[in-house]
C-alpha cells in the first residue's frame, strides 16, 4: 500500500503562482511514475503533468510553458510548480502513484484561481 498526502492549493489571483506538493510513504518501488491530474466542477478528471523515476515528464497541452513537475527521490514526494495561473486552473488538484500493476490517488487539494 502507498499513502499520499498533499498539500499547497489554497486561493491565488490570475496570473499568481502556487506550488503544490506530494509526499508518497508506504511500500515504494524505485519504479515507479508520480503525479498530478486536475478536475474541475462538472468536467472529468484530467492530466496535468507526470514523471517517471527515470526522470521522463509529460505534459497535458494546457500545463506546458506555466506549470513545471519536479520530484525528490530522497523523500518520495513530487512537486508542481504552477505560474501564470488562470481561473480555468481553478480545480482539485489529486496527486497520482503508480507501480506497475497498482496506482493509487490522494485526496486532493482545491487551487481556486480568481480572477
Not at 15 to 38: D, E, K, P, T, V
Amino acid at each position: 500500500q502507498v499513502q499520499l498526502v498533499e498539500s499547497g492549493g489554497g486561493v491565488v489571483q490570475a496570473g499568481g503562482s502556487l506550488r503544490l506538493s506530494c509526499a508518497a510513504s508506504g511500500i515504494i518501488f524505485s519504479a515507479n511514475l508520480m503525479g498530478w491530474y486536475r478536475q474541475a466542477p462538472e468536467k472529468q478528471r484530467e492530466l496535468v503533468a507526470t514523471e517517471t523515476s527515470g526522470g521522463k515528464t509529460n505534459y497535458a497541452d494546457s500545463a506546458k510553458g506555466r506549470f513545471i513537475i519536479s520530484r525528490d527521490y530522497a523523500k518520495n514526494t513530487v512537486y508542481l510548480q504552477m505560474n501564470g495561473l488562470k481561473p480555468d486552473d481553478t480545480a482539485v488538484y489529486y496527486c497520482y502513484y503508480a507501480q506497475y500493476p497498482n496506482y493509487y490517488w490522494g485526496k486532493g487539494t482545491l487551487v481556486t484561481v480568481s480572477s
